[in-house]
């Protein structure tokens, strides 16, 4: 079983920076992938990227591009999202989840934190 916990969220005003960590349990050996999501209450859970954790290849969201970088510091079972040029749209609760096999896509992950709020404000 992976175990995660989010951290670094909170409240920005547009134009700012944040870096979200994930502390992910022997995440090295059990998962094929990290992946972001975040969700406005109301609203579906989206996804923002992803890290594959072998490779450390990372894929995106067409909103992340350009703006969120995604790594990892295998040493410390750390993910990190960073997050530059927030805008209010942003504002959301962010998830880091696991994959253990399959597609890293979608939402159909193995194991998620409890999430981290981020607020943007304009």
């Known amino acids: 079983q992976v175990q995660l916990v989010e951290s670094g969220g909170g409240s920005v005003q547009a134009g700012g920076s944040l870096r979200l960590s994930c502390a992910a349990s022997?995440?090295?050996?059990?998962?094929?992938?990290i992946g972001w999501f975040r969700q406005v209450p109301g609203k579906e859970r989206e996804g923002v990227g992803g890290i594959y954790t072998s490779s450390g290849m990372t894929y995106y969201a067409d909103s992340a591009k350009g703006r969120f970088t995604i790594s990892q510091d295998k040493a410390k079972n750390m993910v990190y999202l960073q997050m530059n040029s927030l805008k209010p749209e942003d504002t959301a609760m962010y998830y880091c989840?696991?994959?253990?096999?399959?597609?890293?896509?979608?939402?159909?992950?193995?194991?998620w934190g409890q999430g981290t709020q981020v607020t943007v404000s304009s």
């Open positions: 989840a696991a994959r253990i096999t399959g597609l890293c896509a979608g939402l159909d992950f193995d194991y």
């Open positions: 022997d995440y090295t050996y059990n998962t094929k992938c």
